[in-house]
T-cell receptor, first 115, second 113 residues
């Protein structure tokens, strides 16, 4: 069974540009969550999608957005990139919404560097 | 709001040593508690969990007990191996179960032969 796939794995952008990251969940999983991981802040929740609807949203500015498609694949977009957006962006999928109903399965992440 | 505090690393141990990674939390009610592990170059994976007070989660020789009175969920292993070298994250979800996981900052463990 294929795991959670994130693309691209690495990317470099400059300030002011925008970026789109993609996540393909495990087959059959309907919930996709996104986290930002940095050395200083650790893992911070961005948003969660379930059956194409945003269920939860973290405390990030509006430059961070996401969506989920009918096949459960998800994308997140960051516009007007800032140096502080440099991070590892992790996607996680689960069968149902909410971690108490089942474990989260994480991808290897997309490492974004903003110059 | 809810929060998780983990002991800061890195932690370096010799093979077969005893491991404890401290984790305390702040939350109302009865959250569910989790330990996730991130091996080098991989995504996080669930190691163990406990959903009510006094529950003990266990997996791969690791254990953690949900202590409501001390708001703690310390991770322990009796004899670590080199293959246990990884970053360990403590996390919680509030009692509704519908909110996202709140993670600690992670503790890097290095085990040397």
């Amino acid at each position: 069974k294929a795991g959670v796939t994130q693309t691209p794995r690495y990317l470099i952008k400059t300030r002011g540009q925008q970026v789109t990251l993609s996540c393909s969940p495990i087959s059959g999983h309907r919930s996709v969550s996104w986290y930002q991981q940095t050395p200083g802040q650790g893992l911070q929740f961005l948003f969660e999608y379930f059956s194409e609807t945003q269920r939860n949203k973290g405390n990030f500015p509006g430059r961070f957005s996401g969506r989920q498609f009918s096949n459960s694949r998800s994308e997140m977009n960051v516009s007007t990139l800032e140096l502080g957006d440099s991070a590892l962006y992790l996607c996680a999928s689960s069968l149902e919404s909410g971690p108490n109903t089942g474990e989260l399965f994480f991808g290897e992440g997309s490492r974004l560097t903003v110059l | 709001g809810d929060s998780v505090t983990q002991m800061e690393g890195p932690v370096t141990l010799s093979e077969e040593a005893f491991l404890t990674i401290n984790c305390t939390y702040t939350a109302t009610g009865y959250p569910s508690l989790f330990w996730y592990v991130q091996y080098p170059g991989e995504g996080l994976q669930l190691l163990l969990k406990a959903t009510k007070a006094d529950d003990k989660g266990s997996n791969k020789g690791f254990e953690a007990t949900y202590r409501k009175e001390t708001t703690s969920f310390h991770l322990e292993k009796g004899s670590v191996q080199v293959s246990d070298s990884a970053v360990y994250f403590c996390a919680l979800s509030d009692q509704s179960g519908n909110t996202p996981l709140v993670f600690g900052k992670g503790t890097r463990l290095s085990v040397i032969a």
